[in-house]
């Protein structure tokens, strides 16, 4: 079914290693966002994109990269992992018009050791 | 800043019973918008109703509906005739109008359907 696929779905990683959280969409939806679910905290905003080559910061950036080079994909990079990036990251799309998340991945549940 | 507040850490519900969770919200804004999200067990979360603010009437899906109360920044989600499959975290959620705004949620409430 056409969606928002994220992968993977499951990873544990050491104290300072890095890695790609991959996102991608099929309905060419112009915005992407990535965000982090943590207990008690409710789902806070790490980078989105408004389309291929546009980029921004939201509320935690620290410790994010992301890239947007198709309309399709949405990249998340942890450059160094630290314990506090424990979490379960969330992509999400939505088409032009309607800014807010309209459609989300399943979610990548991350452990940072 | 914007807050959004979701006070019913919990709530459980008789199956084909009404439930109301509860939200409100802080802003100075006259124009937003707000948001019920559904995340069931499967985590994917999805979007249940949206509701803009210049708007008076209140916005309904089928068997969930809100009571939006501006003055008071209250915005209520009402799930009729609840059913199994609506076992879920709920989260409000707010934007502010014009251009890409971030969304800002609240910390949910889980909903309990007792058959």
């Known amino acids: 079914n056409a969606g928002v696929t994220q992968t993977p779905k499951f990873q544990v990683l050491k104290t300072g290693q890095s890695m790609t959280l991959q996102c991608a969409q099929d309905?060419?939806?112009?915005?992407m966002s990535w965000y982090r679910q943590d207990p008690g905290m409710g789902l806070r905003l790490i980078h989105y994109s408004v389309g291929a080559g546009i980029t921004d910061q939201g509320e935690v950036p620290n410790g994010y990269n992301v890239s947007r080079s198709t309309t399709e994909d949405f990249p998340l990079r942890l450059l160094s992992a630290a314990p506090s990036q424990t979490s379960v990251y969330f992509c999400a799309s939505s088409y032009s018009g309607q800014f807010e998340p309209q459609h989300f991945g399943d979610g990548t549940r991350l452990s940072i050791l | 800043a914007q807050t959004v507040t979701q006070s019913q850490p919990e709530m459980s519900v008789q199956e084909a019973e009404t439930v109301t969770l509860s939200c409100t919200y802080d802003?100075?804004?006259?124009?937003?918008?707000l948001f019920w999200y559904k995340q069931p067990p499967s985590r994917q979360m999805i979007l249940v109703i949206r509701q803009e603010a210049y708007k008076q009437q209140n916005a309904t899906e089928n068997r969930f509906s809100v009571n939006f109360q501006k003055a008071a920044k209250s915005f209520s989600l009402k799930i009729s005739d609840s059913q199994l499959g609506d076992a879920a975290m709920y989260f409000c959620?707010?934007?502010?109008?014009?251009?890409?705004?971030?969304?800002?949620f609240g910390t949910g409430t889980k909903l309990q359907v007792i058959p």
């Open positions: 309905m060419n939806h112009e915005y």
């Open positions: 802003t100075s804004e006259s124009d937003y918008y």
């Open positions: 959620a707010y934007r502010r109008y014009g251009g890409y705004q971030k969304v800002t």
